[in-house]
């Protein structure tokens, strides 16, 4: 499986970016699939999850301080995965990566996943 994320950009306060992560190589539909980012000097963050839950139903977990401002979605058609950002502030600076695995996911950490696109950077000015 390849990864590929993009949608990255610099934005002011307040705005919004949605992100895209491609996959190839195989369908990803039953994948547990998530982004990440890494701040400068930072280590990689959990953001968001997505996971199969049987049929067409997928779940969604976040991190606590993001909830209500991203959401992550995925188009099993297009082998795709999103995450919508919204209210952007500038801690929200990063180079945000998208993650897959075809095994469950217990937690969120990023040893989890097997598959890693190659990142995006989102650059948000105040």
């Known amino acids: 499986v390849q990864l590929q994320a993009s949608g990255g950009g610099s934005v002011q306060a307040g705005g919004s970016l949605r992100l895209s992560c491609a996959a190839s190589g195989r369908s990803v539909s039953t994948y547990a699939m998530s982004w990440f980012r890494q701040a400068p000097g930072k280590e990689h963050e959990f953001v968001a999850v997505t996971t199969w839950g049987g049929g067409s139903q997928y779940y969604a977990d976040y991190a606590d301080s993001l909830k209500g401002r991203f959401t992550i979605s995925r188009d099993s058609a297009k082998n795709s995965m999103y995450l919508q950002m919204n209210e952007l502030k500038p801690e929200d600076t990063a180079v945000y990566y998208c993650?897959?695995?075809?095994?469950?996911?217990?937690?969120?950490?990023?040893?989890?996943?097997?598959?890693w696109g190659q990142g995006t950077l989102v650059t948000v000015s105040s």
């Open positions: 993650a897959a695995t075809s095994g469950a996911v217990v937690g969120n950490s990023r040893w989890e996943y097997k598959h």
